[in-house]
């Protein structure tokens, strides 16, 4: 527990280092992104969605576990972050077939997400979700958290793998 709590904690450090880095640095040492770069906007969709109301680590571990379904899938990060929206309520990521505008208010909180998306897309954060590919709200219990091995709790949602 004490390991666990001391990554979260350096993990927690190196964001809010990040972002005193990201107002104060000249924007040429920055990360960057092209402005019609889909999947960025893919996955900063699924932390903002999904997780804009968790900490900073819980908003880091939503994006690692699509960035980790990308690399076990081979699909981009928009077939991953939308698969199943067709039909509602039968998506992978809730926000994205529950009815709702994607599009998202907040500014403060979509500029963290994209941030986010860039450090998690371009693999300069560590896995904070334990190489989850799956996670749920701890207000649910779905059945097929079972067949599964949980790898971390952070905020307010529960990491799994596959065994």
Same mark, same amino acid.
């Given at each position: 527990?004490?390991?666990?709590?001391?990554?979260?904690?350096?993990?927690?450090?190196?964001? &809010?280092?990040?972002?005193?880095?990201?107002?104060?640095?000249?924007?040429?040492?920055? $990360?960057? @992104?092209?402005?019609?770069?889909?999947?960025?906007?893919? $996955?900063?969709?699924?932390?903002?969605?999904?997780?804009?109301?968790?900490?900073?680590?819980?908003? &880091?571990?939503?994006?690692?576990?699509?960035? /980790?379904?990308?690399?076990?899938?081979?699909?981009? +990060?928009?077939? &991953?972050?939308?698969?199943?929206?067709?039909?509602? /309520?039968?998506?992978?990521?809730?926000?994205?077939?529950?009815?709702?505008?994607?599009?998202?208010? /907040?500014? %403060?909180?979509?500029?963290?997400?994209?941030? %986010? @998306?860039?450090?998690?897309?371009?693999?300069? $954060?560590?896995? $904070?979700?334990?190489?989850?590919?799956?996670?749920?709200? %701890?207000?649910?219990?779905?059945?097929?958290?079972?067949?599964?091995?949980?790898?971390?709790? %952070?905020?307010?949602?529960?990491? +799994?793998?596959?065994?």
């Amino acid at each position: 527990m004490y390991l666990r709590t001391l990554g979260i904690l350096t993990a927690a450090f190196l964001s &809010i280092l990040f972002v005193v880095m990201a107002h104060f640095m000249p924007s040429a040492t920055m $990360l960057t @992104a092209s402005a019609d770069d889909q999947d960025l906007k893919c $996955l900063a969709q699924a932390v903002y969605f999904e997780a804009r109301g968790e900490p900073f680590s819980g908003q &880091i571990a939503v994006a690692q576990v699509v960035h /980790n379904r990308v690399e076990a899938r081979k699909k981009s +990060y928009c077939d &991953i972050v939308f698969e199943g929206s067709q039909r509602r /309520n039968a998506c992978q990521f809730s926000f994205a077939c529950d009815g709702k505008s994607d599009k998202p208010i /907040n500014k %403060i909180a979509w500029k963290r997400a994209l941030d %986010i @998306a860039k450090l998690v897309k371009s693999g300069y $954060l560590r896995d $904070l979700s334990g190489d989850a590919t799956f996670y749920h709200a %701890i207000s649910v219990h779905p059945r097929w958290s079972k067949a599964m091995e949980q790898t971390a709790e %952070i905020g307010h949602h529960v990491f +799994y793998r596959q065994m």
